[in-house]
């Protein structure tokens, strides 16, 4: 079965740090764009960044550049959303998503989805 877990989450006071992670099970993710996707309770699910099997291609939704770094570790089957400088506004549940292909952009589709973590930012 294939499918990707999502860990990491939590709840941090402002300005605080947490690193997601999305591990694959059941398939490899080096030939996989990855997607960071989060929703806020009452609002719609929105892409947070996204990297493709290459490092060099990456993206961010402009209210988190600058504070969140995407990475990847193929040796651990794993993606990365290191989240810094938290705020109140970043609370949701994050999920990720894997897309088989080279490359990731602004609103592509992805085929598999996490059951998403919980981020909660403390004023």
């Known amino acids: 079965q294939l499918q990707v877990v999502e860990s990491g989450g939590g709840l941090v006071q402002s300005g605080g740090s947490l690193r997601l992670s999305c591990t694959a099970s059941g398939f490899t993710l080096d030939y996989y764009a990855i997607g960071w996707f989060r929703q806020a309770p009452g609002k719609e699910r929105e892409g947070v960044s996204c990297?493709?099997?290459?490092?060099?291609?990456?993206y961010y939704l402009d209210s988190v550049k600058g504070r969140f770094t995407i990475s990847r570790d193929n040796t651990k089957n794993t993606v990365y959303l290191q989240m810094n400088s938290l705020k109140p506004d970043d609370t949701a549940v994050y999920y990720c998503?894997?897309?088989?292909?080279?490359?990731?952009?602004?609103?592509?589709?992805?085929?598999?989805w996490g059951q998403g973590t919980q981020v909660t930012g403390s004023p």
């Open positions: 998503a894997a897309e088989w292909g080279p490359f990731c952009w602004r609103g592509m589709k992805y085929e598999y």
């Open positions: 990297i493709g099997t290459d490092d060099g291609n990456t």
